[in-house]
């Protein structure tokens, strides 16, 4: 019998994004696999699944041959525990009171919680203070303690007879290197206990060094399976990212770019929502007429970076400069009214109101074109906006007037390209554009994309996909450890080396 069976699963989020297509998979028991991919692959989301915090669309899925239904089912039944991608626990609770509200039912004393959380803390050679609130402990600490947590309840459960299925989904990206060796250690005891362990990492060194097997995840697909032994990081590198598949798009005058700045960022610091300084002195200048990548992988800092930029997030350092004037300390609304636009990579939470009408949702923020005296709206000139937008971006609709809710999940994501793209702004900050899209949506936002550059405007891509970048960018840098490591023109560097620069390996 099987770790873990999965049979052709999906799932499929609100606005028609695929993040698990069709994955069929088999693991054993006693093996660490690692979980590596380029992009949002759907890594967390297929974890997500095994540990019932999601239920899919269609297809099953077994743990010891326990079909998964639910969360507490998943762990109670099947012995899957899960250390989540950010820490999750309640702030104003002690960390001895998250191990009393573990499994209250069959739990021993607390006091024998305690000396067992303890013992594990002293074998990853951290002591985290169990009676302080979590929101007085650091990241770092508040990991340790989810990860010491998740073991506890391991224990537990393998005590009872099950044999646990252990998942940490980027639960070491706060580690120091010593604790990710004792972790290690701990790791590989747990593995000859009969344990299966996931672990999903950007950090491919401790990926090749910690797994047995190494999956690679892309577009919702498990696109490989190798063994870590003897695997070269290279290699690991190229099949992330050469195995993504992507929309070749031809773009007139490619390479060629103003000889002006449009954006320039000096030393920009920028902190996300825990305090931490995640973007830390970045510099970067994008041109006039230019398409500008940025290769990162999600959730190192691009969306905040491109938050700040926008003006969504302050700075806590350095300065943004926009055709030569500072405009650190300009509003969201003045710098939508001097020329930058932003697409939000959720662009069905972030650019649409779901009971609006398709209408509305193309129209909103351009009322300077259906307003007179900037103060009555005409009815007529807000129809023929829409109509036009539908029109030019391929958005399948009963008519303007439809809910866009009412609308396929790709034409939703048309309407908000639609109206983001349709303002033609001089710079365009762009997040994980392709995220979710199908071919053809992909295909038409490039096309849009050089169709921008034809009018001499400007575009910042921020995107894992290094194949994608490299067929339609005048320019690539790379962000790395919260600053840019290097920019290259495509012909002048190959997919696996900035792959490898992305990844942080050089």
Known sequence: MKAVKLVDVVKTFVGGVRAVDHVSLELDEGVLYGFVGPNGAGKSTLTNLISGYLIPDSGEIYVHGVRVLD????????????????????PHLTPMEHLALLLPNTIPEADALRGEAESIMRRLGVMVELDRRVEELSIGHQRVFEITKALILCNLLHDSGMKPILILDEATAFLPIQQKLALKEYLRELVDKGYTIILISHDLSEVLDVSDEILVMSGGRIVAKLE???????ELVKSMFEMVEVTEVKIAGRGVVGSKPILSMESVKVRDDRGVEIVDGLSLEVMEGEIHG????????????????????????????????DISGLSVSERKRIGIGFLSDDRVRDGLIPEATVEDNLTIGSEEFFTRNKLIIDPRLKERLAEKLVKEFSIVTKGVKAPVGTLSGGNMQRVYLGRVMGRRQPLLIALHPTVGLDPMGANLFFEKVAERKRQGLSTLIFSPNVKELMMTCDRISVMSGGRIVGTFRPEEVSVEKVGMMVSGVT
């Open 71 to 90: 969360y507490h089912q998943a762990v109670l039944s099947a012995g899957v525990v899960k250390v989540e991608q950010h820490p999750n626990l309640a």
């Open 294 to 325: 940025v290769a990162v992988l999600p959730g190192t800092g691009e969306k905040e970076l491109a938050e700040a930029i926008y003006g969504v997030r302050p700075l806590s350092g350095g300065r943004i400069l926009f055709r030569g004037k």
């Open 228 to 234: 870590a032994r003897n695997l070269d990081v290279s």
